[in-house]
């Protein structure tokens, strides 16, 4: 067994992130694992780029309220206790709510060793997109 004490909270990167945003690495799976657990935490109206993962995501919404959105479908609403799957290579983004603070656990697998990255990063997601629900 291993206790790993907790780490500097991160500011999420502006290349990646629209607004303010912060994350926690709650685990960083070491070989053989493959496992990815971050805590996010998103201001009113912060929200990441659309990305895919090689391996899928699962999300896990724990306060406040949110919104996500596959490539080509509508802008959903999340809220504390939803669990949202998105399958390996979909592009996807998620966020805050434009009124209210937002956080979840993001989970997913890393891809292996020399297997290339886990995720695909795009564009930002724009104001306009942003508000088209």
């Known amino acids: ?10 500011k999420a990167p502006a290349q990646m992130f629209t607004g303010d945003a912060w994350y926690d690495v709650i685990a960083l799976g070491e070989s053989p694992a493959r ?12 929200r ?16 406040g309220r949110g919104l996500v ?3 080509g479908g509508e802008i959903v609403e999340i809220r504390p206790g939803d669990t949202i799957y998105t399958p390996p290579g979909e592009w996807h983004w ?14 997913w697998e890393g ?9 695909a990063w795009g564009d930002l997601v724009t104001d306009e997109d942003y508000r088209a629900r």
């Open 35 to 46: 496992i990815r657990v971050n805590v996010v935490r998103f201001a009113p109206g912060a």
């Open 48 to 63: 990441n780029a659309w990305h895919a993962h090689v391996n899928g995501q699962t999300l896990h919404v724990t306060e």
């Open 94 to 107: 998620h966020g805050a709510h434009p009124d209210h603070f937002m956080a979840h656990l993001a989970m």
């Open 1 to 10: 067994m291993e206790i790993v004490p907790k780490q500097p909270t991160v």
């Open 111 to 119: 891809s292996g060793e020399g297997q290339g990255p886990e995720t």
């Open 69 to 71: 959105q596959s490539r």
